[in-house]
């Protein structure tokens, strides 16, 4: 997947624009002569550099399972949902096997399982699952650093282990010889298909299933080297090594800049993580602390740490060199999960409902003009990556090419191509374009997971080209079918007006606010606002 290479003149210093957006993450107003909450992020004072421990945390984080708001929550999440599908297969491919021989041989399977009532076998299956899962995560299954064929020792302990307990508990209940060979049976049955789905996950391409994380190192020497190194050779790790700041070091070989233009760079290659290879001055730590916390970037530090404490004991490990977090933003993992599947099931759902009012569509569109049915364009979405937007249609197929004969009768400000009265537009298309229904192919880029149905826009690569670089905070998220924008200043000529609502959608997200944007869409769909 191709990444944006936008570098649009910086504009007057307004840094405070420059940070990276995170979905609800709406800035707190403290209000005056109260003591400021206690954070769980490290607070680096100007005299000393002792954390201040502890942090509010609400309900929902007291009880759901702490993996599921770090920064790799998403990654947990799957990992969890696949070792237990791979599980319940197992046993339900054991269950189809015993249908048979509990009829032929109804004294030996004294395990309680009939063909009408598989309760029994779903309980263990939950069961094995459960325990296998528990233990692969205390033996660090899921470690960025766990190389495959560590993890295959782990699966393999893991499932040895749960089975043994299940063999036990089982045995004291009364059970017979045969219910325990059935348990190692299907003990081994997981081992291959856990074995077999972790080699191909290995394999598997990082930036495809949407795992990676652009990594600014700041120092490039033979540390911060040795950790690009390593994420080069180990694509399945999800680092994506966008340069090195150093203020010794001449430009090029990979050196980008100085420590100095962490926000502008951070902010134009959609940085995420900030790895410190250089933290011999205690200065410079401190002040790359205070800008990765206020630019919402994660750190980490390869040690020493110079007093300053980790957030949590956990330590990774990139080519050899240690790694510990100093700051890691919080996400709302649980409701970017929901949002994901709202998403992939209403999108589905839609497709499926409108397939033969889609194929009417297209029809008209074929007898209106000559041309393909489908405009098919490149479109900057989460972080710049490119992929490929679908639309209806709606003007003359060499549209683009009269685009730039156009540019001087631009109805909008800014980086914005819109025309009222566009003499590209097709009989039909004027149509589509009034009720947004030549929006509609787009809920395929959306199963796909390339868009979101509530999100910004995509933009055309020719107006992202035109972004001030406080304009590229609008792509810190997944872009969607509509929008804050579109429902609020659908007409508003300033495009400026139009990212300011973007930025508001983004920090004050929630599944909430998608849903009165969709039903605000309707409305402005059923009344025909869109040109």
Known sequence: MSTVSVYPEEPKEQQSDWSRLIPGEMPRVRPRNRKPPRSRHIAIGKENGNAQPGHSRGLVSRVLPGPLFSRTGRKWVRAMAADFALVALGWLLMGACLVPLRTEFPRVWSFKYSAGSPMALIGVAILHAALITLLGYTEGLHRAEAGR???????????????????????????????????????????GMLWAWRCWNHEADAESRGDTRNVLIIGAGAAGRRVAEHARQHPSSGRIICGFLDDDKPLGQGVIGRTPDLARIARKEFVDEVILAAPRKGELTRWVVEEARRLHLDLEVVPELFGCKPVELAMEGAGGVPMICLHAERLPITGLVLKRLIDLCGAAVALTVLAPFLAMIALLIKLDSPGPVLYCALRAGRKGRLFRCFKFRTMASNADQLKDRLRENNERSGPFFKMAADPRITRVGRYLRRYSLDELPQLWNVVK????????????????????????????????ITGLWQVKARRDPSFDRGVALDREYIRTWSLASDVRILLMTFRAVLCGSGQ
């Open 449 to 480: 997971g390339e868009m979101s149905l509530v999100g910004p826009r995509p933009h055309p690569m020719d107006d992202v080209a035109g972004y001030q670089i406080e304009h590229l905070a609008r792509l810190d998220v997944t872009p969607g």
């Open 149 to 191: 064929s560590a993890q295959g020792w782990i699966v393999g302990k893991a499932v040895l282990w749960a089975t043994a307990v299940l063999c036990v508990g089982y045995t004291l209940q009364g059970a017979t010889w045969v219910t325990a060979g059935l348990f190692c049976i299907v003990g081994s049955l997981n081992f």
